[in-house]
T-cell receptor, first 113, second 115 residues
Framework: DTGVSQNPRHKITKRGQNVTFRCDPISEHNRLYWYRQTLGQGPEFLTYFQNEAQLEKSRLLSDRFSAERPKGSFSTLEIQRTEQGDSAMYLC???????????FGPGTRLTVT | AQKVTQAQTEISVVEKEDVTLDCVYETRDTTYYLFWYKQPPSGELVFLIRRNSFDEQNEISGRYSWNFQKSTSSFNFTITASQVVDSAVYFCALSEIRSASKIIFGSGTRLSIRP
């Protein structure tokens, strides 16, 4: 039984570049979530999908951020024109629609120089 | 608005001591979930427990126990006979049952168990 996987695990980019992260949820889970975690803080919700529909977006998700889940399976999170403030751990989680608990992947650590 | 407060930023105890991590929450929802997650040094968040707001029964799982008190909006977590492997950051969290969507996390308590 594979858990949530995320790629890449680490990404270093220069300010102004675009980056894209991928998340593969647990196979039978129809909900997929993105969170951001900065040092010393708990994860903060960014957005979530039920199947391919994006149902909620946080105010944290500026227009430089876009997420997709085109076939209701894996998801991508793209950040355009990265800024130093985007440096964080980006976490993906998945769940069943009927369950409250979410299962998290290992995260992608983004460093913007 | 929903909010989770973990007032203890860091706790350090000697192995085999019991330790309690405090969690206080705020929500206007009448039905909600409460969670505890563990984040070990490797970084991956590990789900520990989910409680429903309508079930105030305390729960015990091995050395772990959880005390849910709706009257004080608290959901405390106790580790009995702590071990070095318990060293991690522990997050208390909350979500509404109606949509079961986003989880609101506290800022975490860093627990260090000294041998």
């Amino acid at each position: 039984d594979t858990g949530v996987s995320q790629n890449p695990r680490h990404k270093i980019t220069k300010r102004g570049q675009n980056v894209t992260f991928r998340c593969d949820p647990i196979s039978e889970h129809n909900r997929l979530y993105w969170y951001r975690q900065t040092l010393g803080q708990g994860p903060e919700f960014l957005t979530y999908f039920q199947n391919e529909a994006q149902l909620e977006k946080s105010r944290l998700l500026s227009d430089r951020f876009s997420a997709e889940r085109p076939k209701g399976s894996f998801s991508t999170l793209e950040i355009q024109r990265t800024e130093q403030g985007d440096s964080a751990m980006y976490l993906c989680a998945s769940s069943l629609e009927t369950a409250g608990e979410q299962y998290f992947g290992p995260g992608t650590r983004l460093t913007v120089t | 608005a929903q909010k989770v407060t973990q007032a203890q930023t860091e706790i350090s105890v000697v192995e085999k001591e019991d330790v309690t991590l405090d969690c206080v929450y705020e929500t206007r929802d009448t039905t909600y979930y409460l969670f505890w997650y563990k984040q070990p040094p490797s970084g991956e968040l590990v789900f520990l427990i989910r409680r429903n707001s309508f079930d105030e029964q305390n729960e015990i799982s091995g050395r772990y126990s959880w005390n849910f008190q709706k009257s004080t909006s608290s959901f405390n977590f106790t580790i009995t006979a702590s071990q070095v492997v318990d060293s991690a950051v522990y997050f208390c969290a909350l979500s509404e049952i109606r949509s079961a969507s986003k989880i609101i996390f506290g800022s975490g308590t860093r627990l260090s168990i000294r041998p």
